[in-house]
Each structure stands twice: as structure tokens, then as C-alpha cells.
């Protein structure tokens, strides 16, 4: 029998590994509990091969959280484009972010972290977290309803309040799991359709 020979990966695949692997041991350990060593046994590497990918711990970080990021903003707008109502695009928009929560809760905690901004890594929190609000504002403009045009501080203000709602409550439901996520996204697709105002 033919020993399998073990693909080797290219290098954009090595470094989503090794994100993969940050978000998990980020997901565990927090921000100050994760080391380098630990994300580079996770992605079955060592130091030196995360070191060609990345230049510190702070770095693999910013990765991880704008993956998840960009993520959830490419499927959000996605989710919306496939639904002709408004309220169908709203639903969808919610569900989007419940199935991160859902289905990959350790992507969700990174996320949680980074809405916190620990000390070392405030500044990189803040720029991230602040490009999200400005992409959910965005979507929020290509759907609203309004007929007088809102100012981009209006819209970011509300983009604001929905995305750090979202987060509180995706916090509370992974310490709540018994709670039905339809339960939670009829609330919140309740509130937001009266307060934010999208068609």
C-alpha cells in the first residue's frame, strides 16, 4: 500500500489555518491567555512558520477579527440582495448574525472580545470595529426607507446602537443557549424595524 502524501499548503491556505486556529485559542484562552506558541500548536506549525505570516501576537489578532468581520459584512449584504421585501431583508440581515453566533461560537467570542477592546489591543479594536459600524451604515443606507436622506453621523449613530445591541445580546445567548434563537431574533427584528428604519 502507497504511503498518502500530505499536501503541502500555499501560503494564503497556511495563513487561514493559522487564523482559523488564533480564533480558536482566542476563542478559549482571551486575548492576555493566548500566546504564540499556542496558536502555532493549534495550526499544527511552529513559531517560525507563524512569524513568516505575521509579525506578533496583536497581528494574527487584527486578522482574526477583520476575517470575521468582513465575513459577516459580505453575508450580510448577500442575505439581503436574495430577499424583495423589506422585512424579509431585515429577517435576513438578523439570521446572518445568529448564524455566526450559532454556528461558530468561538468566531462569535473573538468577535465579543474585540467589541471590548482589551489595553494592548485597543487601538486595532477600535479601527476594526469602527470600519464594521461604517459597513453596516452603508447597507443601512442602500435599504432605508426614509424619505428625508439622513446624514452619514445619523446613519453611523444607528449602525452604532444596532451593532453593539447585536453583540450585547449574542453575548448573553451563549450564556443563555436554552433561550430559542427565533425567540431572540423576533425581538430584535421587532425593535429594529420600528427604531432603524429599513424598507
Same mark, same amino acid.
Given at each position: 500500500?502507497?504511503?498518502r502524501?500530505?499536501?503541502?499548503?500555499?501560503?494564503?491556505?497556511r495563513?487561514?489555518?493559522?487564523i482559523?486556529?488564533?480564533i480558536?485559542?482566542?476563542s478559549r484562552?482571551?486575548y492576555?491567555g493566548?500566546?504564540?506558541e499556542?496558536?502555532a500548536?493549534?495550526?499544527s506549525v511552529t513559531?517560525?512558520?507563524l512569524?513568516?505570516?505575521? +509579525?506578533?501576537k496583536?497581528?494574527v489578532?487584527? =486578522? /482574526?477579527?477583520?476575517?470575521?468581520? !468582513?465575513?459577516?459584512?459580505?453575508?450580510?449584504k @448577500?442575505?439581503?440582495?436574495r430577499e +424583495?421585501?423589506p422585512g424579509k431583508r431585515?429577517? =435576513? /440581515?438578523i439570521?446572518?448574525?445568529? !448564524?455566526?453566533?450559532?454556528d461558530d461560537?468561538? @468566531?462569535?467570542?473573538?468577535?465579543?472580545i474585540s467589541?471590548?477592546?482589551?489595553?494592548?489591543i /485597543?487601538?486595532?479594536?477600535?479601527?476594526v470595529q469602527a470600519?464594521?459600524?461604517i459597513?453596516?451604515a452603508q447597507i443601512m443606507?442602500s435599504?432605508?426607507?426614509s424619505?428625508a436622506?439622513?446624514?452619514d453621523r445619523?446613519?453611523?449613530?444607528?449602525a452604532?446602537f444596532t451593532?453593539k445591541?447585536?453583540h450585547?445580546?449574542?453575548?448573553?445567548?451563549?450564556?443563555?443557549?436554552?433561550v430559542?434563537?427565533s425567540?431572540?431574533e423576533?425581538?430584535?427584528f421587532?425593535?429594529?424595524?420600528r427604531?432603524v428604519?429599513?424598507r
Amino acid at each position: 500500500m502507497k504511503a498518502r502524501i500530505k499536501k503541502r499548503l500555499s501560503g494564503p491556505e497556511r495563513r487561514l489555518r493559522l487564523i482559523r486556529a488564533a480564533i480558536d485559542v482566542f476563542s478559549r484562552e482571551g486575548y492576555e491567555g493566548a500566546t504564540v506558541e499556542g496558536i502555532a500548536g493549534a495550526a499544527s506549525v511552529t513559531k517560525p512558520v507563524l512569524y513568516d505570516h505575521f +509579525s506578533s501576537k496583536e497581528e494574527v489578532f487584527a =486578522a /482574526a477579527i477583520e476575517q470575521i468581520r !468582513d465575513g459577516l459584512l459580505q453575508s450580510g449584504k @448577500a442575505a439581503m440582495a436574495r430577499e +424583495s421585501t423589506p422585512g424579509k431583508r431585515l429577517r =435576513a /440581515a438578523i439570521s446572518v448574525f445568529f !448564524d455566526l453566533v450559532e454556528d461558530d461560537p468561538s @468566531a462569535a467570542r473573538v468577535l465579543l472580545i474585540s467589541s471590548k477592546a482589551p489595553p494592548p489591543i /485597543a487601538t486595532i479594536c477600535r479601527r476594526v470595529q469602527a470600519d464594521a459600524t461604517i459597513g453596516i451604515a452603508q447597507i443601512m443606507r442602500s435599504h432605508s426607507s426614509s424619505n428625508a436622506p439622513e446624514t452619514d453621523r445619523q446613519l453611523f449613530l444607528k449602525a452604532e446602537f444596532t451593532k453593539k445591541g447585536m453583540h450585547g445580546l449574542a453575548e448573553w445567548w451563549l450564556e443563555n443557549s436554552s433561550v430559542p434563537r427565533s425567540e431572540i431574533e423576533q425581538v430584535l427584528f421587532r425593535f429594529l424595524k420600528r427604531g432603524v428604519g429599513l424598507r
